[in-house]
């Protein structure tokens, strides 16, 4: 059973930054394209960043320049630090853990499991 834990969320103001970390309970972790989506209330979910086991990253198009995702195999996390945040980032971010060989797209299909979510809420 897949189990992915979020943190790092918070409130800060626009222009600031913050970290999300997420802690996966996942054998052949590696073989996992993870990422991060996000939901704002009364919006779907969409797609903020994807990262294969190779390194391989895609982004949003909202959150690029912006946003970089890494991960670390060994501790089974991955990270999404955001930089320049604005009001319009705010949301529940959900870990994700993909397989198949599209993982890196942000489409459902392949998602092995989500965390809980963590808040994000920048203030403007």
């Known amino acids: 059973q897949v189990q992915l834990v979020e943190s790092g969320g918070g409130s800060v103001q626009a222009g600031g930054s913050l970290r999300l970390s997420c802690v996966a309970s996942l054998s052949s972790y590696s073989e996992y394209c993870m990422g991060w989506f996000r939901q704002a209330p009364g919006k779907a979910r969409e797609g903020v960043a994807l990262?294969?086991?190779?390194?391989?990253?895609r982004y949003g198009d909202s959150v690029k320049d912006r946003f970089t995702i890494s991960r670390d195999n060994p501790k089974r996390s991955v990270y999404l630090q955001m930089n320049s945040l604005k009001p319009e980032d705010t949301a529940t971010y959900f870990c994700?853990?993909?397989?198949?060989?599209?993982?890196?797209?942000?489409?459902?299909?392949?998602?092995?499991?989500w965390g809980k979510g963590t808040l994000v809420t920048i203030s403007s």
């Open positions: 994700a853990a993909k397989l198949g060989s599209n993982c890196l797209t942000f489409g459902y299909l392949g998602i092995a499991g």
């Open positions: 990262i294969a086991g190779d390194g391989e990253t």
